[in-house]
């Protein structure tokens, strides 16, 4: 069956720095992946989506690589911000017969200190 | 206002009571989703909605039912409520590109 990982490990970083967060899966071959971003108690929200014949995909301080051979993408935080603190979900599109609906990762927490 | 609204945001209810869960979106979209998030598991899928006459069960719907009212309402039941039903809720609505989620309902049941 498919399988999403991400590191259930809460990411410390000092303020200033790169954030690198990592989804890994099995079992599958996603046409995009997407992802988000979640605060505690509230919906996520949508942050990039990478196609699979896009390497690599940028938005302001955000970076986002899909490496379909190694079924992985990285997700780069530069100039990290303690308002970057978050959680952040990778998802990936399913296959064709279930609707669209995006299995979610379990997320990586974030915490960008000063 | 809000894009994708939830009602109510937060329910306190006793094992065995029904409960309704609200969504409207004022987005125009034709597909619209419920989860539910528990901590360590992460986002799944109780139900799926591409319209009025589309309603598809997704991993977990056992014990909730759902009723599209409208293109803009979907509405998440729980028959009779039982504690291991207490979870974070979302409803979320979708293009072919991004989900655009509700606020979430926080509901407990005893």
């Known amino acids: 069956s498919q399988k999403i990982e991400q590191n259930s490990e809460a990411l410390n970083i000092q303020e200033g720095k790169t954030a690198t967060l990592t989804c890994n899966y099995t079992?599958?071959?996603?046409?995009?992946l997407q992802w988000y971003r979640q605060d505690p108690g509230r919906g996520p929200v949508f942050l990039l989506l990478?196609?699979?014949?896009?390497k690599e995909k940028r938005k302001e301080r955000l970076k986002v690589t899909f490496d379909t051979t190694l079924k992985q993408s990285l997700f780069h935080i530069t100039a990290s911000q303690p308002a970057d603190s978050a959680t952040y979900l990778c998802?990936?599109?399913?296959?064709?017969?279930?609707?669209?609906?995006?299995?979610f990762g379990k997320g990586t927490s974030l915490l960008v200190t000063p | 206002d809000a894009d994708v609204t939830q009602t109510p945001r937060n329910r306190i209810t006793k094992t065995g009571k029904r409960i309704m869960l609200e969504c409207s979106q004022t987005?125009?979209?034709?597909?619209m989703y419920w989860y539910r998030q528990d901590p360590g598991l992460g986002l799944r899928l109780i139900y799926y909605?591409?319209?009025?006459?589309?309603?598809n069960k997704g991993e977990i719907s056992d014990g909730y039912s759902v009723s599209r009212q409208a293109q803009a309402k979907f509405s998440l039941s729980l028959e009779s409520a039982i504690p291991n039903q207490t979870a974070l809720y979302f409803c979320?609505?979708?293009?072919?590109?991004?989900?655009?989620f509700g606020p979430g309902t926080r509901l407990t049941v005893l």
């Open positions: 079992n599958y071959s996603p046409a995009y």
């Open positions: 998802a990936l599109d399913p296959p064709s017969n279930s609707g669209y609906a995006l299995n």
């Open positions: 909605s591409f319209d009025v006459k589309d309603i």
């Open positions: 987005k125009g979209h034709d597909r």
């Open positions: 979320a609505t979708a293009t072919f590109d991004e989900q655009f």
């Open positions: 990478i196609r699979e014949n896009e």
